[in-house]
């Protein structure tokens, strides 16, 4: 039996091919998070997919956020299954049971908590070693502490909570638990590509919250030489639960391995990132059954990267899938029967184009669009994000460095296309951990600015400096695109409203008429800058500045980012 988790940011993740993508992932259960589906969005290519049985859960909300799903190969269909870890959301017909106890927490508590689409649960039959056991997968996307909201550090704690309640309470029913999915906290220092970054990293409620809820894994194997003796004692001493992470039971002291990394910043190429993305299972069921269990930083298509786990049972199907099964939705039931549905060559194109328009880029944007944009447009994705027709790509070839990659204007025209490859750049800059603002490179911002430059609305308008060439698409949306488009070059019109836009439709002309400024170089690598706007609001709102075209990695790696940081002279 062999299972994965992933969080996709975003279904498109997987393109226009959703078989071949978990084909290629090879598991019997596929678990993926931030799929960005709700109820509205979700279709049948998504829904039914051949040789697979789905489950998913929904933010009940706002379209397009957050979000899990859990793949099921026919041959592992479960015999229960359920959406969201307080029951509130089953009609128990089929359901898996055993919710914990909810004393602590409100009815209203517990309605919000699930209230995000963030848990799915699945029960499955295994054969171990000729004995019929359960095992129940809780497939979950864990709430990132927005550092701006501090509400949403407590809803994280009391979403922790409630997981633990409902884990351990399946778990003493007897059935073994795994949980997997974005856990949205790095465990230890290991974990993380700096923690001397983080103040306090140990008193991180988050990670209190995980050394309660694991178990080292190795403190019975009286034997076991692998580790050094004083590894040994720290974490027997402050793992108390029954839960063990099943990566770092196979992988003791392995350093660098991450499975987030910021995609603006281009940390993955320096590897600078968390591993926040786990398997755990309880204690014996990691030790008796468990084989294997790894990363797959090769896998590229979303700022996380998948893991898996290979266990020796194996699985039992059941013959009916239960109620929550996506194909019995009204709106595909029956309509899965028919082979033409899986034969009908689908327009890759507006396949695309449509998943464009409805599905917006992240969590983090969503939020920020919300405040910024009423309508809502869609955002284009970069097209590193997705993965092609042939889903899972090796990490053949490095990938361009980010904010770098555009090439240079032939035309006029070319000024008026949106700068695609930046926008995927943008994601999630915190997504580097759930508290983390680190950006230690570029103290001339506050945190909470930079994180905001980098974090979400940035895309908007962002400019790019790229050595001879200048990119100033005013807006990266379809709206704005669609703007430009129709009123063509009529100045009035091209200069926005906001001062934001009126910089950067001044930048423009002025590199229309009289070529783009040249950028600073950097003072270490003496490389051409990258141009960035401050997006907060502020004083500093709209201002622009340069800093190192660089990915963003340790302080101590000079491949990475250096520590230039200048303001656009506003004078010129
Ligand atoms: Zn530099």
Same mark, same amino acid.
């Given at each position: 039996?062999?299972? @994965? ?10 393109? /226009? ?33 051949? +040789? ?15 979000? @899990? ?14 959406? /969201?870890?307080? /029951? ?34 699945? !029960?499955? =039959? ?47 029913? +007897? ?12 465990? #230890? ?17 988050? =990670? ?9 894994? =190795? ?48 940390? #993955?190429?320096?590897?600078? +990132? ?71 060559? @689908? ?7 449509? !998943? ?67 926008? /995927? ?86 590199? @229309? ?38 990915? !963003? ?20």
């Amino acid at each position: 039996m062999e299972i @994965v988790t992933w969080n996709i940011n975003g279904i498109r993740t997987f393109g /226009g091919g959703i078989k071949n993508a978990l084909d290629s992932l090879g598991a019997d259960i596929i678990c993926v998070q931030e799929t960005k589906v709700t109820r509205d969005l979700l279709d049948e290519r998504t829904a039914v997919v051949e +040789g697979y049985n789905s489950y998913f859960s929904y933010s009940r909300g706002r379209s397009g956020y957050s979000g @899990v799903a859990t793949y099921c190969k026919d041959s592992a269909t479960p015999f229960a299954a359920e959406e /969201g870890l307080t /029951g509130l959301l089953t009609n128990h017909e089929g359901a898996v049971g055993c919710y914990g106890d909810h004393t602590e927490f409100s009815s209203e508590e517990l309605q919000l908590l699930d209230s995000e689409g963030r848990a799915v649960i699945t !029960q499955h =039959r295994i054969m171990c070693q000729d004995k019929e056991q359960t095992v129940t997968v809780i497939n979950v996307y864990c709430p990132r502490a927005d550092p701006e909201k501090p509400e949403r550090k407590q809803f994280k704690l009391q979403f922790y909570k409630l997981l633990q309640s409902r884990a351990e309470s399946v778990l003493k029913d +007897g059935s073994h638990v795994i949980v997997l999915g974005d856990v949205n906290t790095s465990h #230890r220092p290991i974990d993380h590509c700096d923690p001397s970054d983080n103040d306090d990293f140990s008193e991180n409620p988050g =990670r209190k919250w995980l050394n309660g809820f694991l178990h080292s894994g =190795r403190e019975e194997e009286d034997d076991d030489d692998d580790e050094p003796d004083e590894e040994s004692e720290v974490t027997d001493t402050i793992h108390s639960g029954i839960f063990v992470d099943t990566f770092r039971f196979f992988h003791p002291t392995r350093t660098n391995a991450f499975t987030c990394w910021s995609t603006l910043t281009g940390a #993955r190429q320096t590897n600078y +990132g968390t591993r926040i993305d786990y398997i755990l299972a309880d204690c014996q069921l990691a030790k008796e059954q468990f084989v294997a269990a790894d990363i797959m930083p090769e896998v590229e298509g979303s700022d996380h990267c998948p893991v898996w786990g290979k266990l020796s049972c194996s699985l039992l199907p059941s013959s009916k899938a239960p109620p929550l099964c996506t194909r019995y939705l009204p709106q595909f039931a029956g309509k899965q029967q028919k082979l033409s549905r899986f034969l009908v060559k @689908v327009d890759q194109k507006s396949v695309q184009s449509e !998943q464009k328009e409805v599905l917006p880029a992240s969590q983090e944007e969503e939020e920020r669009r919300e405040n910024l944009n009423p309508h809502g447009a869609g955002n284009v994705p970069g097209k590193k994000r997705l993965l092609t027709s042939h889903s899972v790509v090796p990490k053949g070839k490095k990938p361009k460095t980010g904010n770098t990659s555009s090439k240079p204007q032939g035309s006029l025209l070319s000024f008026f296309k949106p700068k695609q490859a930046n926008v /995927g750049q943008c994601e999630k800059e915190t997504g580097l951990d759930e508290d983390a603002s680190s950006h230690s490179s570029q103290k001339a911002l506050s945190a909470g600015e930079m994180s905001s430059v980098t974090d979400t609305g940035n895309r908007d308008t962002e400019l790019v400096l790229d050595g001879s060439s200048q990119l100033c698409s005013g807006s990266t949306t379809a709206e704005t695109d669609k703007r430009v488009k129709t009123k063509h070059l009529s100045s009035q019109s091209a200069v926005g409203h906001s001062e934001a836009k009126k910089g950067a439709s001044l930048v423009f002309w002025k590199s @229309v008429l009289h070529g783009p400024p040249p950028p600073p170089s950097c003072k270490v690598h003496g490389e051409p800058c990258v141009l960035r706007t401050v997006k907060k609001e502020g004083p500093n709102m709209g201002k622009q500045f340069f800093v190192c075209a660089r990915p !963003q990695g340790h302080a101590s790696n000079p491949e990475a980012r250096c520590n230039f940081f200048a303001w656009v002279d506003k004078g010129k």
